[in-house]
């Protein structure tokens, strides 16, 4: 199976981080707008993470890999924004404002609770391309949404789970409970029991909004994952963003399975202690979506609307890394054959549990 998706590995950071921005370049006049430009020694552009920041091996890494990424191939000016925690709408409206008042264009507001702000701020800067990953309640000219289907790429880890599994108990962790992790959870668990139907699939999430902390604290996936260990599970998989390296960490403790997301987690640096129990990753080409987005900006010809990344384009997939997971042909085989009758519309993956 080809490798979806590689992801530029950074160092853990810190949940709790302040808000800085950086290589913001000259600033753009205060009326309200800053102007797009074909010329590449000019155009800048930005990203503002998410929950957890940037070293959270998942999520928020990949969206940096596609900044640096267009750093070295398009000599775009690239600049960083991190969140704070428990901040609020103003609070991104303030970092997205900031960003764009600096010149940088496009800016893209990594994960679905940058909707509002984006929504706000989008209308005070109708000449710069704001890019929204994971959400496509806010629609604008100048919006372009980066969303995926998370719930194929789950199928895939749910088949994987259920071939590898030898108790046939398989464990999900949701960081939060909204939406976009509910695709998550339906996905692995259809995929689980389409391949084994007496498969016993628990499933926990680490908070409920407005508590985001499932996405950012790494000792609510530990213990989640210990309460599954203890229960029988012997493959976990957690969409739970830098709080998902617990669970990595506490199935690899026990000696069991942990399916990575986002990223190749097999491949983050800061999870190389435990990469040979990492059996494979449900992969979201963030990365690539934030690349394009970039090029797009700069080629002049700026994405707009919904951009759908799935299963059919590689735009979501199942990462295959670990040469232990390669070695399982039975696993791998039925993956595959899941992954062409997916594209072929033999298989029609449900989005809510």
């Not at 509002?116 to 372009?144: C, E, H, M, Q, R």
């Not at 695709?183 to 628990?202: R, S, Y």
């Not at 000696?255 to 059996?279: E, T």
């Not at 919904?306 to 890394?321: C, M, Q």
Request: neutral net charge.
């Amino acid at each position: 199976m080809r490798r979806i998706t590689r992801i530029t590995t950074v160092g853990i950071a810190s949940a709790a981080l302040a808000l800085s921005v950086t290589a913001c370049g000259k600033s753009s006049n205060d009326s309200g707008s800053s102007s797009s430009t074909t010329d590449s020694k000019a155009v800048k552009a930005a990203i503002a993470y998410d929950i957890g920041g940037r070293g959270d091996q998942s999520f928020n890494d990949a969206a940096y890999a596609g900044l640096k990424k267009a750093e070295s191939e398009l000599g775009v000016k690239g600049a960083e924004a991190e969140p704070s925690q428990g901040e609020s709408d103003a609070d991104k409206v303030a970092r997205l404002t900031s960003l764009a008042r600096a010149g940088n264009n496009p800016v893209i507001g990594v994960g679905f609770s940058y909707a509002p702000a984006i929504a706000k701020v989008s209308k005070a800067f109708p000449k710069t391309t704001f890019g929204l990953i994971d959400d496509t309640s806010v629609t604008a000219p100048n919006i372009a949404n980066l969303v995926f289907n998370e719930e194929q790429g789950s199928y895939l880890a749910g088949v994987a789970a259920a071939k590898a599994s030898k108790t046939g108990t398989v464990g999900f962790i949701g960081g939060v409970e909204v939406p976009l992790i509910k695709k998550f959870e339906a996905g692995f668990t259809q995929g689980v029991k389409d391949t084994n139907p007496k498969a016993k699939v628990l499933t926990q999430y680490l908070t409920q909004p407005p508590n985001f902390d499932g996405f950012s604290k790494p000792d609510l996936g530990k213990a989640a994952a210990q309460g599954q260990l203890d229960k029988g599970a012997d493959v976990i998989y957690a969409a739970a963003g830098l709080a998902g390296s617990g669970s990595i960490e506490a199935a690899a403790t026990a000696g069991k399975w942990a399916i990575g997301v986002d990223s190749d987690q097999y491949n983050q640096a800061g999870l190389a202690s435990y990469k040979d129990h990492i059996l494979t990753s449900v992969t979201k080409d963030v990365s690539d979506s934030v690349f394009n987005v970039i090029k797009s900006v700069k080629d002049g010809k700026p994405q707009t609307g919904e951009i759908r990344y799935g299963l059919a384009t590689d735009g979501v997939g199942l990462a295959d890394s670990n040469p232990a997971y390669v070695k399982m042909t039975d696993v791998t085989a039925a993956v595959e054959k899941a992954k062409k009758d997916i594209i072929d519309g033999k298989i029609t993956v449900k989005t809510a549990p």
